[in-house]
T-cell receptor
């Protein structure tokens, strides 16, 4: 069973702090990894994609990938109340099918 | 970025009726689209892959005769929930792959289905 696992949370951080979201995956053949943000009642919105080991930064967001450990994370710096949402980790299954396997999501609460 | 639309955004129907949901790529062509279902406080579960010009491929456990998928053109895929029952009430979301980054998908706004 190919799985993507996340801590469901909620993860609560004060405004201005760094939020750290983690994800592990089971399919060693996966090559593409994504973080989506989903507000309640809305569809997911792509925040970051990462394909190579290491860090990738985009504004306040940094994605980190370690394929050897089958681990991907998302850091949100200077967290804002508007960042409060569910963050979904998604992994493209091996075989270049284009199919995404989603984790159950981590709920982030940023408190003013 | 690319835009994917869905219609309707919300539908309420009686048990036993069929409901059609449309997914359109507005400014790009999509030979493949994906249909997901999301129950409250759960993650997205892929239901099927819609292929333009050929049959959809369904994930294990998804009834193809209940969830009919038609990819009529390069910009339109439809999902029909046949003989809907209360347990089919869910948030249905479609997506289309980006022509850019590998594996990136753009999601439609979703359709909230409530079956009474």
């Amino acid at each position: 069973q190919k799985e993507v696992e996340q801590n469901s949370g909620p993860l609560s951080v004060p405004e201005g702090a760094i939020a750290s979201l983690n994800c592990t995956y089971s399919d060693r053949g996966s090559q593409s990894f994504f973080w989506y943000r989903q507000y309640s009642g809305k569809s997911p919105e792509l925040i970051m994609s990462i394909y190579s080991n290491g860090d990738k930064e985009d504004g306040r967001f940094t994605a980190q990938l370690n394929k050897a450990s089958q681990y991907v994370s998302l850091l949100i710096r200077d967290s804002q109340p508007s960042d409060s949402a569910t963050y979904l980790c998604a992994v493209e299954g091996s075989g270049n099918t284009g199919k995404l396997i989603f984790g159950q999501g981590t709920t982030l609460q940023v408190k003013p | 970025g690319a835009v994917v639309s869905q219609h309707p955004s919300r539908v309420i129907c009686k048990s036993g009726t069929s409901v059609k949901i449309e997914c359109r790529s507005l400014d790009f062509q999509a030979t493949t689209m994906f249909w997901y279902r999301q129950f409250p406080k759960q993650s997205l579960m892929l239901m099927a892959t819609s292929n333009e010009g050929s049959k959809a491929t369904y994930e294990q456990g998804v009834e193809k005769d209940k969830f009919l998928i038609n990819h009529a053109s390069l910009t339109l895929s439809t999902l029909t929930v046949t003989s809907a029952h209360p347990e089919d009430s869910s948030f249905y979301i479609c997506s289309a792959p980006s022509s850019g980054g590998a594996g990136e998908q753009f999601f439609g706004p979703g359709t909230r289905l409530t079956v009474l």
